[in-house]
């Protein structure tokens, strides 16, 4: 159906893929989030990308040389954070009719009319999804977030969102490596859930809505304020 049949009524979802990872990627997760009725936006965030491709045919390509240094990684999130922000300013700025960057010829027709800038969501993979919890940190616009298997750290620190509660929901998906050994828990969530009193809950249990993680066989449920 045409976009312009759906004025303000669609809701918005961001992507941010792994990290030197392009978003072409997982477009089958983006085309099927785009069935459900989402407007989905996947970022190649330009830099850290193995190749970014412009509107106008312009091509960067990735400028990272450690990929594994923790100023690298501390940059790339800063850098896909930012990215985040700009592109939910753009879909403010053409959900009320502007376009200083020009973008709307490319999108189709009546899209930029149909999003909702009021309901916006984010999710992303690995660092991606480390990205979407800062996001859900630092840009109150965004409203929920899903964080597929990212490491909670940003540098060599845990997040923010270790100790700090966003407010928003929030749902972690972590491979059962990741969130069962003891290393995985205090990579993924720092000493807080080992200090806490957080406790595993069974996989069938109804778990809180504001921030929980699910690996196959065991969840653990995140507390929301600081131990």
């Not at 592109?87 to 189709?108: A, F, K, N, Q």
Request: aromatic share 6%; charged share 20%; net charge negative.
């Amino acid at each position: 159906m045409p976009a312009q049949w759906f004025p303000r009524s669609l809701p918005v979802v961001l992507f941010s893929p792994g990290f030197h990872a392009p978003r072409t990627l997982y477009t089958i997760a983006a085309e099927d989030l785009a069935s459900r009725g989402y407007v989905v936006i996947s970022m190649d965030h330009t830099g850290e990308a193995l190749a970014t491709v412009f509107p106008n045919g312009r091509v960067v390509t990735s400028q990272i040389t450690d990929p594994y240094a923790a100023d690298t990684q501390k940059k790339a999130l800063d850098t896909r954070v930012e990215d985040a922000s700009f592109v939910v300013d753009t879909v403010e700025s053409l959900s009320r009719g502007d376009d200083p960057d020009g973008i709307g010829g490319l999108l189709p027709d009546g899209l930029p009319g149909a999003v909702d800038p009021d309901r916006i969501g984010m999710f992303g993979h690995s660092i991606g999804g480390a990205t979407t919890t800062q996001v859900l940190l630092d840009d109150p616009r965004v409203d929920a977030g899903v964080n597929v298997d990212g490491a909670l750290l940003y540098a060599n620190t845990a997040s923010p969102i270790v100790s700090q509660d966003p407010g928003t929901p929030l749902l972690s998906v972590l491979n059962s490596r990741h969130a069962e050994s003891p290393e995985g828990r205090d990579r993924f969530w720092g000493r807080r859930l080992l200090e806490s009193a957080c406790q595993p809950v069974s996989a069938s249990a109804r778990l809180p809505a504001r921030r929980w993680s699910t690996p196959p066989t065991t969840s653990w449920q995140g507390c929301s304020t600081a131990s």
